[in-house]
T-cell receptor
C-alpha cells in the first residue's frame, strides 16, 4: 500500500511571503497522480494542484507550484505571495493510475499541514 | 460542473439510533463514490467505496454492519450509521470522480455527526 507522509504538522508564513510544504510518499508504482488539497475551516476539500507522475515538468497554478522529485518520491508545494485566505489545512494525496478495483481509484491522504498566515 | 451535494451537513442523534447521510452527484453520473471519515485535526481515512448496483467495498477495520452503504442510482449514495455510539461521532465526507478513472475527485461539503 502507498503511504503519504507530511512531516510538518504546522507551518506559519507572513502575508506576501513564500512558504513550502513538504510531502513524501512511498510506492512501487511507476505511474500515479499526486495532489495537494486545501481544507479551510469550512472543511470543504478544494483541489489546489495536481501532478501526473509521467510528466517531468512541475505543475503550476497561479501562486501555487510544486517541486516533484520522482526519484526521491518527494512532492512539495510552494505558495508564493501568501494571502490570508491561504490559511487552511493542506493535504498531500496519492492516487494510482491503474487499479485492480474501484477502491483503488480513491485518494490516499497524508496527515496534513496546518498553515497559518500572519498579517 | 462536477458538483457533489451532501446532506445533512450537521446531525445530532441519541446513542443507539441510526443516521443516514446522503451524497448526490448533481450534474454528472457517479458509478463510484468514496466515503471518508475525518476525526478532529486528523486526515481523511477511506472507509468504503460505493459501487452503483453492487455491494460496497469496505476498508480493513470498517464494520460493514455498522456503516451500511447503498448506491441505488447513478447519482445517489447513502451511508447509514446504525446503532450509533459516541465513538462514531466524526466528520463524514463523500467524493466522486466525474467519470470512472478520472484523476480528480469532487468532494461533498461533509456531514458532521455528533452522537450523544
Amino acid at each position: 500500500a502507498q503511504t503519504v507522509t507530511q512531516s510538518q504538522p504546522e507551518m506559519s508564513v507572513q502575508e506576501a511571503e513564500t512558504v513550502t510544504l513538504s510531502c513524501t510518499y512511498d510506492t512501487s508504482e511507476s505511474d500515479y497522480y499526486l495532489f495537494w488539497y486545501k481544507q479551510p475551516p469550512s472543511r470543504q476539500m478544494i483541489l489546489v494542484i495536481r501532478q501526473e507522475a509521467y510528466k517531468q515538468q512541475n505543475a503550476t497554478e497561479n501562486r501555487f507550484s510544486v517541486n516533484f522529485q520522482k526519484a526521491a518520491k518527494s512532492f512539495s508545494l510552494k505558495i508564493s505571495d501568501s494571502q490570508l485566505g491561504d490559511a487552511a489545512m493542506y493535504f498531500c494525496a496519492y492516487r494510482s493510475v491503474y487499479a485492480h478495483s474501484n477502491s483503488g481509484y480513491a485518494l490516499n491522504f497524508g496527515k496534513g499541514t496546518s498553515l497559518l498566515v500572519t498579517p | 460542473g462536477a458538483v457533489v451535494s451532501q446532506h445533512p451537513s450537521w446531525v445530532i442523534c441519541k446513542s443507539g439510533t441510526s443516521v443516514k447521510i446522503e451524497c448526490r452527484s448533481l450534474d454528472f453520473q457517479a458509478t463510484t463514490m468514496f466515503w471518508y471519515r475525518q476525526f478532529p485535526k486528523q486526515s481523511l481515512m477511506l472507509m468504503a467505496t460505493s459501487n452503483e448496483g453492487s455491494k460496497a467495498t469496505y476498508e480493513q477495520g470498517v464494520e460493514k454492519d455498522k456503516f451500511l452503504i447503498n448506491h441505488a442510482s447513478l447519482t445517489l449514495s447513502t451511508l447509514t450509521v446504525t446503532s450509533a455510539h459516541p465513538e462514531d461521532s466524526s466528520f463524514y465526507i463523500c467524493s466522486a470522480p466525474y467519470r470512472l478513472g478520472a484523476n480528480v475527485l469532487t468532494f461533498g461539503a461533509g456531514s458532521r455527526l455528533t452522537v450523544l
